[in-house]
């Protein structure tokens, strides 16, 4: 076993030295994209971690994204100018030296058409250069993530075929960072972190905080226990509120659809269109990897008790559908619709009456009773930042993260390149001959996955293989076959991936059909 290899084996033998009273300096609460990311701070400036998820790593809003790693844009139109080079700074930290091998340019082209009058179309613009600006200030270079400029209506509609042709002018073309998927960022960094020495337990839910460690329960055998700990930093986005009494959120639902690429001309750019009499707010259609393009983004209060797994409304998924055909040749309907899922994020209550227009800005707060310290708000781009500033409240020692590539980035640092899309191609340090699937989402670790099994797709149209779901059992803390299919192949974006995901899982799970299972959850939007 590798120190980056996380399986039940390994989680039995930790959950039973934690729960005999073993002391540590810090148990984090939350396996999401900040859970992660504190765990992996903390285990890198030398403290001994225990991260505590009550589900499976990436189980909450950290798998609904959009999956880009972006650069701050929309920041600036809402003048918040420091999370806007907050965001550029750890774009280009995860482009060049943490997650090369997860994160790729794609090109963005924003129709100058009837929606995009002058005076918008010059605002934007100036938005851009303010942008380039900050790519240049955080040291991003141009092969990376080439600077915006104006293209031609034929350019455009070269990029996005679908677009449609009466009245375009031309486009503005910039560039941004897309990972190949948010649960996977998730993934390496825990394995990173555990790598460190960090102790990754899943189906782990805390139950108390106390000031000396939490009360825990394990999910697998309902049995509970106490972890003995000198600081406790909670992680539990939307969560927050259950176990930290002083944080006030006011999340919102963020959705997305997911239609075929080939219905929309197989787009090799995202196409970006304001939102009409919206200040700030656009919908997008952002080609994946996949074979399908995500559109988005809603944003809707979410006010209420908060749903293990959200779902778009049928209004927002109308409401997507116009928006994006409204800029297109294509009119896309719900029979267009291959998956749909939705998000909720985890936003600081302000006194702002729309959600839009709260800040994305993280805090950090600490609960006097307990003086645990809770880390929420910000962004998937911003985790590592977001962990540095909790890690800073409880340790002198340095962080090291900025300087930390993840498990799978070996080799990859040179591989972003707009030509290249980013990836390490098949033959980089340690990716072998292995497919590009496996290659996009392992990168370095790509041959050792294609060693586990056979790298052939499932199905003629299932691009998941036996080879990935092995790898995830044994290395990446698969324990039950949703977490295969729902968080690390992401078949359950489309129904018919996730039937055949699950009838494969059984398997190739080690002992999965004597384990016990985890209480059942509907793991999916889809529908
Ligand atoms: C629709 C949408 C699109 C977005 N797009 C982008 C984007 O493109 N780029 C970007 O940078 N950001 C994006 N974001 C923001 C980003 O996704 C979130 O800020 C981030 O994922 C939040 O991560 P988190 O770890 O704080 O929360 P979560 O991912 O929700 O993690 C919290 C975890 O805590 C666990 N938990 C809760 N209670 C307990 C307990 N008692 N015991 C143990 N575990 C517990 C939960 O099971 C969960 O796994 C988007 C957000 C949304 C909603």
Redesign the pocket.
Known sequence: MTGASLNAARRAAELEALAADELVDLVV?????????VALDAASRGLSVAL???????????????????GGLRYLEHREFGLAWE?ARERALLMRTIAPHLVRPLPFVTPLDRGMPASKAAKTQIGLRIGDGLRIGARTPRRVLPPARRISALEARRLAPALAEAGLRGALLSWDGQ?ED?ARL?VAVARTAAAHGARILTY????GVRDDG?D?VDALTGAAFSVRARRVI???????G??SPSVELRP?????LLVPAGRLGDPRAAVNVPVPGERGRWVFALPRTDGLVAI????VAADGPVP?V?CPSAEEEATLLEHASAALEVCLGPEDVAGR??????LLAGDHAATADLS?R?AVVEEAATGALT?????????RA?AQDAVDRITERSCRTHRLPLVGAAGAAAGASPTGRGAPRAGASGAGAAPPRLVRRFGAEAAAVAELGSTEPLAPAVPMCEAELRWAAAHELALTPEDLADRRTRAGLVPEWREAVLAAAHGTMPGSSSDPSPPATSTTSTS
């Open positions: 609460v939350g396996g999401g994209i900040t859970g992660a990311g505590l998820e009550r589900r499976d790593l990436a189980h909450g809003t950290s798998r609904w994204s959009s999956k880009l790693v972006h965001s990972l948010d998730v782990a839910g805390v139950t939490v825990a909670l992680a539990t986005g939307v969560w927050a259950e176990l919102s639902r963020g959705s997305h988005g983004l809603t944003d293990e959200p899922y939705a998000g909720l994020r985890p994305r993280h880390v929420v708000g910000g962004k998937l781009t911003t985790y977001m």
